[in-house]
């Protein structure tokens, strides 16, 4: 079935250092793909999207790449912050007959550490 | 323009009693959903209703589950008898139509089953 894995957590990394977050999809069809953010104590907010293969998506230094051909959506970005620190939740879109339906990955905690 | 409103923020329950959760989506959204989101892992979608009529409640647990949303704007969802596994926080989102794209999430309430 239709289903996202990303990197275990929790990540630790010193301010200005540079992150990756990875994540792989299994899907049939051509989904959507996403990156949500959640702060502590606050719901989820997106993050970035691509809708189509090698499309990329971009927010706040935040990238990620929509790679068809390794199923891949890693989250990067250069030169972390703490207030970056947050869970990170790499979903893709699927279309049933139903409609669209959002399907996440187990999350991966980052903490930035000063 | 307002966001998703849920309500309330945290609830404690013992088990075998029953509780009731309040969700308000963004103004003009027909479609709206509930996810389920345990500690340690990412949303998982209950239920998702286009304007008054359920869509998808293939992952609603249906002997203790029930969600409704009556005039297409409010839902709610509840849980009777309530289990110490359904502790989570409970997440509505919604979005402007079936196909799920803008997406917006609510804050959840977190609910504890001792």
């Known amino acids: 079935g239709d289903s996202v894995t990303q990197m275990e957590g929790p990540v630790t990394l010193s301010e200005e250092a540079f992150l990756t977050i990875n994540c792989t999809y299994t899907a049939t069809g051509y989904p959507s793909l996403f990156w949500y953010v959640q702060y502590p104590g606050e719901g989820l907010q997106l993050l970035l999207k691509?809708?189509?293969?090698?499309d990329k998506g971009s927010n706040k230094g935040f990238e990620a790449t929509y790679r068809k051909e390794t199923t891949s959506f890693h989250l990067e970005k250069g030169s972390v912050q703490v207030s970056d620190s947050a869970v990170y939740f790499c979903a893709l879109l699927i279309f049933y007959n139903q409609g669209g339906k959002l399907i996440f990955g187990q999350g991966t905690e980052l903490s930035v550490k000063p | 323009e307002a966001g998703v409103a849920q309500s309330p923020r945290y609830k404690i329950i013992e088990k075998r009693q029953s509780v009731a959760f309040w969700c308000n989506p963004i103004?003009?959204?027909?479609?709206l959903y509930w996810y389920q989101q345990i500690l340690g892992q990412g949303p998982k979608l209950l239920i998702q209703f286009q304007n008054n009529g359920v869509v998808d409640d293939s992952q609603l647990p249906k002997d203790r589950f029930s969600a409704e949303r009556l005039k297409g704007v409010d839902s709610t969802l509840k849980i009777q008898p309530a289990k110490l596994e359904d502790s989570a926080v409970y997440l509505c989102?919604?979005?402007?139509?079936?196909?799920?794209?803008?997406?917006?999430f609510g804050s959840g309430t977190r609910l504890t089953v001792v």
């Open positions: 691509a809708t189509k293969a090698d």
């Open positions: 103004s003009g959204h027909a479609t």
């Open positions: 989102a919604s979005s402007l139509d079936r196909t799920g794209f803008g997406y917006t």
